[in-house]
């Protein structure tokens, strides 16, 4: 390939009038878009790609760029529209993929589900530097995601009964007690660190985690702990998914998530594969498609309804909050909210300890996640003074109790650019730029390209809104200084 992601077909050339209209109407120079996309490949590691404005040119006149090109060029204008833009939606071609390695619709079986993780969890430790996996899946969307997802609720068949335990001689490769300990501790450890210093910093290591762990599935185990094993792997590959989406590797997300819940099936733990889903819920509202947000999180909730513990609850009826905000219907925004906080009211009663994966889901969280969603109405009803005055004290509580959070950095990062984002509503940009910056002082410490994103976003709005500022003015000065346009492979 070469280092300009050109070398497409020449031949009887035409304007490509598809990707013209999006990009006319991105607002972006021609420069603009190369430096985006150069930028997109070296978080790849497709460190080869050097894209420039004749490059651009020539796209728009018709040259179909070679991969990872087209896949960069489909998350960039996904994530600038807040809506999925197919390669295909681009007038470009999208490259073949093989069922393990593209896709969402996957085999319900044990067997299978180890074997695609391993294919893919090999194929994101070995390409992805390159640039090659990450930026070669396709985002699934509306019935193309939801049916294979509803197939989770399909009761799996009755297992066999287990055999013997087999002599000393062939048990070799068995797991003890204090190794799957190990095993799960690791994973708790993993998502401590992704916690406090964003996804980009150990993803990696946590894919090549999944892997092992999916070697030790392909040995002979016994039942209950082939159970154990698939609920690691789900957790690795739920985290390794959540990872990639904070550094904004979009259908790897996807997949991981996917192949995430495939494994909580197998491991027979429903709250496990509800929490996979509210995480491909927030994916959906991040993509600017609440309605298939909508539908995971109802599956979430219809799945796990007998056994899911109040915590969990809680944070599904916040991300049915978030979703049906996204959507405009404040009403069943506002009743979600409700269920949320009353639900959380009951967290001590329950008898069991709450799995590690949604111990995050604190008081702080709460607030945030419903201030959130008061937010999004503000946006959705035309910057609403009424949803933005709301938004505000949940907001503020959020941020109080995360200052006082070390674990959970990136959490307090994003409720400052939210509380940001609030007072631009309010027409306060004094106040949003001191928030703002608070946020780009944390957004240094951690490796996450989504708080990245949502600062240049805000510095973005209060400089359209109220260039003229002086703090407004010192903010985006100090953006260009703390959060240059680069970014480390990932």
């Given at each position: 390939m070469g280092g300009n992601g050109g070398g497409g077909t020449n031949a009887d050339k035409r304007p490509n009038e598809l990707l013209g209209s999006w990009f006319v109407?991105?607002?972006?120079?021609?420069?603009?878009?190369?430096?985006?996309?150069?930028?997109?490949?070296?978080?790849?590691?497709?460190?080869?790609?050097?894209?420039?404005?004749?490059?651009?040119?020539?796209?728009?006149?018709?040259?179909?760029?070679?991969?990872?090109?087209?896949?960069?060029?489909?998350?960039?204008?996904?994530?600038r529209f807040g809506c999925v833009v197919a390669v295909e939606d681009l007038g470009l071609r999208a490259a073949h993929q093989s069922p393990?390695?593209?896709?969402?619709?996957?085999?319900?079986?044990?067997?299978?589900?180890?074997?695609?993780?391993?294919?893919?969890?090999?194929?994101?430790?070995?390409?992805?530097?390159?640039?090659?996996?990450?930026?070669s899946l396709a985002l699934a969307a509306g019935p193309a995601l939801i049916e294979p997802m509803q197939r989770w609720l399909v009761p799996s068949p009755m297992a066999p009964p287990e055999e013997p335990e087999p002599s000393t001689s062939?048990?070799?490769?068995?797991?003890?007690?204090?190794?799957?300990?190990?095993?799960?501790?690791?994973?708790?450890?993993?998502?401590?660190?992704?916690?406090?210093?964003g996804g980009g910093?150990?993803?990696k290591a946590v894919v090549g985690q999944l892997h092992e762990v999916t070697d030790?599935?392909?040995?002979?185990?016994?039942?209950?702990?082939?159970?154990?094993?698939?609920?690691v792997a789900a957790e690795l590959a739920e985290l390794a998914g959540w990872m990639s989406y904070d550094v904004g590797l979009q259908p790897t997300a996807q997949k991981y998530f996917v192949l995430a819940l495939h494994a909580a099936k197998e491991a027979g733990d429903k709250p496990l594969g509800s929490y996979v889903l509210s995480s491909m819920s927030r994916q959906m509202?991040?993509?600017?498609?609440?309605?298939?947000?909508?539908?995971?999180?109802?599956?979430?909730?219809?799945?796990?309804?007998?056994?899911?513990?109040?915590?969990?609850?809680?944070?599904?009826?916040?991300?049915?909050a978030r979703a049906y905000a996204n959507m405009g219907q404040p009403g069943k925004c506002k009743r979600a909210v409700r269920m949320a906080e009353d639900t959380f009211s009951d967290v001590h009663e329950w008898d069991d300890p709450d799995p590690d994966w949604i111990r995050f889901f604190s008081k702080a969280e709460l607030y945030g996640e419903n201030s959130h969603s008061y937010r999004d109405l503000a946006y959705v009803a035309g910057r609403s003074p009424t949803y933005a005055s709301m938004a505000e004290p949940l907001m503020q509580q959020a941020v109080d109790l995360f200052a006082k959070d070390p674990e959970h950095q990136r959490s307090y990062a994003l409720n400052l650019i939210g509380m940001a984002t609030v007072h631009l509503l309010q027409r306060e940009p004094e106040k949003s730029a001191v928030?703002?910056?608070?946020?780009?002082?944390?957004?240094?410490?951690?490796r996450s390209?989504?708080?990245?994103?949502?600062?240049?976003?805000?510095?973005?709005?209060?400089?359209?809104?109220?260039?003229?500022?002086?703090?407004?003015?010192?903010?985006?000065?100090?953006?260009?200084?703390?959060?240059?346009?680069?970014?480390?492979?990932?």
């Open positions: 109407r991105s607002g972006w120079s021609k420069g603009e878009l190369a430096r985006q996309v150069n930028r997109r490949a070296r978080q790849l590691g497709a460190n080869h790609i050097s894209t420039d404005t004749s490059r651009v040119r020539r796209w728009l006149d018709g040259e179909n760029p070679r991969e990872p090109i087209p896949r960069i060029l489909s998350e960039l204008f996904s994530e393990s390695v593209s896709g969402v619709d996957l085999p319900w079986t044990g067997p299978g589900t180890v074997a695609l993780i391993s294919e893919y969890s090999r194929s994101d430790l070995m390409l992805a530097r390159r640039g090659f996996l990450g930026s062939v048990r070799r490769g068995r797991l003890s007690k204090p190794e799957l300990d190990l095993l799960e501790s690791t994973t708790v450890m993993f998502r401590q660190w992704d916690a406090q210093c910093l150990r993803r030790l599935l392909q040995e002979p185990q016994p039942a209950a702990t082939n159970r154990r094993l698939f609920k509202i991040h993509l600017g498609r609440p309605e298939d947000a909508l539908e995971l999180i109802h599956l979430a909730q219809y799945g796990s309804r007998d056994c899911a513990s109040p915590r969990t609850q809680s944070m599904l009826y916040a991300m049915e928030r703002a910056k608070e946020a780009m002082s944390y957004a240094k410490k951690v390209e989504r708080v990245n994103t949502r600062i240049r976003k805000t510095v973005d709005t209060a400089a359209r809104d109220f260039g003229d500022l002086a703090e407004v003015v010192d903010l985006t000065d100090q953006l260009a200084v703390d959060l240059p346009e680069t970014a480390e492979a990932v």
